[in-house]
């Protein structure tokens, strides 16, 4: 199904002045000629016969057609349209696609034409679309107000870039640890007659495809950097996870929702990561994993740092001749120096006042 745009001319300003004119025009007519204002005869004042119209009685000829036209001369308007910015109108004749209007304006088709947009009602976790459980539209629950009585659902499909956030979902990671991940995805409609035909719903379409995505791409990546982890796909092990390179994640979710929804004409403009973290079941677990890491690495640091600095200081007292240590003597001031400098407590000075032997 390929969009068909059509070229119709902006003249649903005159079509409708043009009834209305007509209508006042017919209603006059019929007063008139249901007054006697055609009488088959007439009579001058004393009453004598001048003219005998009576074997043609223009009365009901034009009656007849007065009383069609003010009985289904509404039907005009219902060939008027009116179309906002970045909004279009798929139509259809008796069941055949007869194209797509396009373009801000006041327009006129044929009346029998029906517009067709079977998401009119459905309600996306969306800015502008967002449904507060209640059958209540964000802004009317704002104001206490039911959606019903506010804006009845439109039949024209939006153009606008939208802003579709998926719920979070708990997905494993390559790892086998759960996490919940939710996503924000910017899409539009740019083919209006695949989004209506090929799809049941493409605002559906687009929000199970997004999950489906969603779990393709996580399940490849780890949480964190994991050693013999291969992301690329290259057969390599390398440090993609979804903790650090959220970047290429998002970009490779948007690729995969771009390719599903790509026949029910729509694009996929950017995705975003919008939350991320572990299940609440393991989330206490790995805080303590990343702490005892954190405390490991740490320690590391300070125990490289403390082994410099006992270095510099034997290289010094043997470099100026300060003192000469056997390695009994050697040991035991090592010993001394990474106790105080590897030690969590500020260290106690004890002072030896005898000989050093």
Known sequence: MEEKILTTRKNGMAVLLLTIVLYLAVFVLFIAAAGGAFAPTIYDANGVLLHDYSRFDPTGIIIAPCLIWLTLGWLMFLGLKVLKPQEALVLTLFGKYVGTLRGEGFYFVNPFCTAVNP??????????????????????????MNAQQTELPSKKVSLKIMTLNNSRQKINDCLGNPVEIGIAVMWRVTDTAKAVFNVDNYKEYLSLQCDSAL???VRIYPYDVAQNVDTTGDGVADEGSLRGSSEVVAQRIRDEIQSKVAEAGLEIIEARITYLAYAPEIAAVMLQRQQASAIIDARKMIVDGAVGMVEMALDRLNANNVVELDEERKAAMVSNLLVVLCGNQNAQPVVNSGSLY
Do not use: C, F, P
């Not at 998401?119 to 206490?144: E, F």
């Open 119 to 144: 998401a009119a009602k459905t309600r996306l976790n969306q800015s502008g679309d967002v449904d507060d459980g209640k059958g209540r539209s964000l802004s009317a629950a704002l104001t206490g």
């Open 215 to 217: 779990r393709n791409i």
